[in-house]
């Protein structure tokens, strides 16, 4: 592969019927993308649980017939980009505060975990009222949450932040789009 990027556009219907279908298409126009320099198959385990839930909130929550999932690959990374005109994240902080964005009156930069499975937390970084930049933190004591009663919504972003080497949502208010963007370095071990 030259150092040029490969782009593949894909229009999903929002129906979890067409997930397994949609997703198998994505990894074979990957693997087809990527076939001069092999892909690592743990990076490609970790792009199949990202895209799953990407189409999985999309189905669950955009409220959209359609979304658009745009996948970008150089020689040293993978981007992949989900879009739609829903309605906007909502997330709940573990202190039970609604946060939605595009955040009003964001005056300062702003940390705050939204969940955690008994070892990490799922953290949100802020500087900016459209923006979202999820990070783990490790727990320095373990404590379980009810998963049997009390599996969050927002365990799905755990495992996108997990996964991915970088993940951010943005709000663009101007055009109301959802952007939710993971990054998969390539050389990675």
């Not at 909130?57 to 020689?75: C, R, T, Y």
């Not at 930049?133 to 379980?144: K, L, P, R, V």
């Amino acid at each position: 592969m030259n150092g040029d990027s490969e782009e593949i556009k894909i229009v999903f219907k929002c129906n979890r019927e067409v997930i397994p279908g949609t997703v198998n298409a994505c990894l074979d126009e990957i693997r087809k993308k990527t076939e001069s320099h092999s892909i690592n198959e743990s990076i490609l385990s970790r792009i199949q649980w990202v895209i799953t839930e990407l189409l999985t909130n999309a189905v669950k929550h955009s409220g959209q017939e359609e979304s658009a999932l745009n996948i970008s690959i150089s020689d040293f990374d993978l981007v992949l980009q989900k879009e739609d005109s829903g309605k906007p994240l909502h997330l709940t902080a573990q202190d039970s505060k609604k946060i939605i964005w595009p955040i009003e009156n964001l005056s300062t930069p702003m940390d705050f975990p939204i969940y955690h499975n008994g070892m990490d937390s799922l953290c949100v970084r802020t500087d900016n009222a459209g923006k979202a930049i999820f990070f783990i933190e490790t727990m320095a004591d373990m404590e379980m949450p009810g998963l049997l009663t009390d599996t969050s919504e927002h365990f799905g972003l755990l495992i996108m932040t997990k996964a991915s080497d970088q993940f951010t949502y943005e709000y663009d208010s101007l055009n109301k789009v959802n952007r939710f963007v993971c990054l998969f370095n390539l050389k990675s071990k």
